[in-house]
């Protein structure tokens, strides 16, 4: 797979290319399937339809790899929590944590009641050609937490970072519960099928650089090492939003760094190429014209060079309005730009 | 002034601090004069009840500047954009700036309307200690151009940045009007009084790196040079947030850089100090905790020695909840920590 190999760093006849949100609403595909769903997390535990939406992008757009459709939200869900999605709003927790008998009721079984995932990816693996990858993921323990204890999402991520500072012990003790269940989650999405997995941290840039590496990089690296000693040819992508000012700290056992829009594709490639493949980073809202696709992929391709290595990808996930023929000309122009 | 003096990198017997949103909600004083006032924007055009908050923190907390209370928002309201202050959700402007005809009807007098700003300047001048500085300030022109489009705040700024990508033109006629009626109106701010004065750009960090230059860094030097065109002995600290992967390429005529707590002070120093004074840059969470606020500030006074050139601050603002008495806290140990 063209895609496995460029996370190895393995030579490939072009530079392989997914997008991140690439199953999602600015594919009217996927709109008619959610209808068919019902609420968005009826869609992400059944099986079938999941199934569909992982493989729209595949068929439409001839990307090299589908990722799972889920949500980083399912563990929390599944350990018990009470997850609403609601519009306009976002995921709401009603039930936040915010001390230590709120996380004792949390379940230790959520990789077992995670199963209906893990039906998804062995039909998705059925249908999705062989030459194409499989991605499995999970939020990173630290991303999920925020979302645990202040409720839903933030802008200030106040109540999660007066824990960090005022009872750390309690949050080392959050993040230990998640990453035990993100690791299980995995492997099991491994046995599944999945060709890759990735951690996202969508928040690791909330946090001052002495904070991101203990409470949210050690962990990713964690998990990360324990996919590895099991699995040494699945590649990890571990992606952090917003973390250019600590890349050269970064270190740990993985394969793939994920680089958002923030970080200059040249910085990334000065501080991690040396040990690590790099995926990204293209601002996602050039796709709303041709012109800045071509200009940004040229920038991107000419940094990266055709050095193995590089997975092209988005600083950040698809908007609901992108135009789909942008998206495809997107595919096109990096497979066309970067063929050996 | 010990302020002005470190802005202007000269010797000072101790590293002036003062806080971003140090006249706020946190202060059980600010939240009785706000209560009088009535709404926000009441507060904002009522020139006593605006000084009264102003000096708050200076007795309060001891700060060695006192920042204008305001809002970055009264320059788009006074060009006659209907702005409402919606609880629970921030700033929202009802007539959102999508077309050429939506800028035209702004109108370009705005400086003139905020006469009232004037006036509180000149009664807090009038009330503040000799000794310390009064700073005034604007929201950079693409900090307010994302606010005008949005039509309030957003996550992803996808009005705005489909503008940026696909009409260009039309987003730099916004930015020139923002930035004509800023430079007019900081001046004016100087006329009444104000020793230096800040430009505020929340949303820089939004856009990838050219895109940052080109729409919000060239507004921002361009208002500094302005300034300090008329005014050399006048501080401009100029402040964008979320930019810490592109300062090798920071430049312009200003005094002081910014500096956000997801710069490492360290990386901010080596980039920057050269040429420009530093404020910033300790994580406001840390207030939450005084044995975390003095790790906080032993290690940026570490960083930043003795040399002349640092204002102490925090990388964003004060929440509404953390404690007075460790901001007090604060103040007390970074004077004490770094008294010549």
């Given at each position: 797979m063209i895609f496995v190999d460029a996370c190895l760093k393995k030579q490939t006849p072009y530079t392989p290319i997914w997008m991140m949100r690439q199953a999602g609403r600015y594919l009217p595909e996927y709109r008619a399937t959610r209808a068919q769903a019902g609420d968005f997390m009826s869609l992400c535990r059944n099986a079938e339809l999941a199934c569909e939406v992982t493989l729209q992008p595949i068929d439409i757009l001839g990307v090299d790899a589908a990722i799972l459709f889920s949500d980083i939200l399912v563990i929390p869900a599944e350990m018990g929590m009470d997850l609403e999605f609601v519009k306009g709003k976002g995921p709401v927790f009603h039930d936040p944590l915010r001390n230590e008998a709120d996380l004792k009721r949390l379940a230790d079984d959520s990789d077992e009641k995670l199963s209906y995932v893990y039906d998804a990816i062995k039909l998705i693996r059925k249908d999705l050609a062989a030459d194409k990858a499989l991605i499995g993921f999970a939020g990173s323990p630290w991303t999920l937490a925020t979302y645990m204890i202040e409720g839903g999402g933030s802008k200030t991520y106040e109540i999660s970072k007066k824990m960090l500072y005022s009872n750390p012990s309690l949050l080392h003790a959050i993040l230990r519960k998640n990453t035990d269940a993100i690791i299980k989650y995995l492997l099991k999405q491994i046995d599944a099928g999945v060709n890759a997995v990735q951690v996202f941290?969508?928040?690791?840039?909330?946090?001052?650089e002495s904070a991101f590496f203990e409470f949210s990089w050690s962990y990713m690296k964690e998990i990360s090492a324990a996919i590895k000693a099991q699995h040494p040819e699945i590649p990890v992508i571990l992606f952090s939003k917003g973390i250019s000012g600590y890349l050269d700290k970064i270190d740990g056992t993985f394969d793939v760094f994920g680089v958002d829009w923030g970080t200059p594709i040249e910085k990334a490639k000065a501080a991690v190429f040396d040990r690590y493949a790099i995926q990204g980073n293209m601002e996602?809202?050039?796709?709303?014209s041709q012109e800045k696709i071509k200009e940004g992929v040229e920038h991107i391709v000419k940094v990266m060079g055709k050095e193995p290595g590089h997975i092209f990808n988005l600083g950040h996930g698809m908007l609901p309005d992108l135009p789909v023929e942008n998206a495809k000309y997107l595919v096109d122009l990096v497979h066309e730009l970067t063929r050996r």
């Open positions: 941290d969508s928040w690791g840039g909330a946090l001052e996602p809202t050039r796709l709303y």
